[in-house]
């Protein structure tokens, strides 16, 4: 081979391998996964949520039947496959109660952590929750546990200022955000994990104040 | 030029691009800015915040003075420079009252948007923004004004579970998150500017049950 050709031979080797890496990258890039940023404000009018619970079935009551913050957050929520950790101040929505009721029988590990005082009030659903078998541990200490989050499959969380009450989704100002940007799952899910542990019930010590004798 | 040296010359030519072109993206790279994901969990211990809110000031103070999460938020909040925009369910914690305060004082524009029942609660600081001439609008409409966010210099959102109180911080389970991510900033601006105009007391109705007859 003259060195001419063997010269081109060589450059049209490098271009073809550069072409080869550059539409590799380009193919990762496009295949990349799109990062969940979702955000959710309410109040939202009540509109029929049948659909979503009981896939399959028609439904043809006079409620709405469209989209909305409510039916986005429901949607999120029955994409669990694996596990659903709650940690939310107050839970009294029936509607959101179902649909963690149906992830629990469909065999998603779903665990509850929530505030002593609230979880007494009317409307809530910890008892509903924990008749079915779904392990729910209550704060031990003053103050309130406050929080208003979940995290779906220990990869998507839910956060924000709404309590899962129909006041809050249906009358209050509210924001949720959803994301799967990985510093705020873990973190939040570290948090949980913190509850889980500090509020074991085997551990729970009735009178914290007394110091022992 | 013989043609194999016009060959290596091309060769090189197309290396050297390659090579200057590949280290522009490299600095690129190194030089971008680093986006910010900050998550914060309370109750936090009584610290001293002077240093923070009084900068150039030794403090010699028996309260311990290290950081804090609520250090991280001073300090985040301290950080603005033109604007600061307030959506907060319930306003009582004296020393973000302070900072919110010494922003406005060196001509950062605050607004505020709060909670028509929670503004006239105990130890609300409302009062002391309006009096130092910071625009405070409130909820013209049942249910809660409940976000709890501030967004700095439009860049910047503050978000989560913490109301703005004493008990908040030091004794409640509670969360902050902290990111300039553009898809959470936009849309809390969004819903931050759709509220300051429909809190407008120019447009304030007194009776909006009353239909006009």
Redesign the interface.
Known sequence: MS??AA??K??LG?TGL?GVLGLELLVRYLRRRRPL?E?L?F?VPMTCLEPLLSPGQKCSCRLSHTDSALTRLLFRLLGAQRSLDLCL?TFSCPVLARAVLSLHQRGVRVRVVTDSDYMAASGSQMGDLRSAGIPVRH?QS????????AVIDKAILI????NWTI??TQ?????I?I?D?S??VK??LK?FEK?WNEYDPATYDFFPEKESK
């Open positions: 060195p001419v010269h081109w060589l450059t490098l550069a940023r955000v404000f109040p101040f704060s003053s103050g309130y546990m406050h929080h208003k989050f956060t924000g200022s709404l006041q809050a009358t209050n100002r509210e924001n955000l994301t940007e510093v705020f973190a939040f948090e509850l």
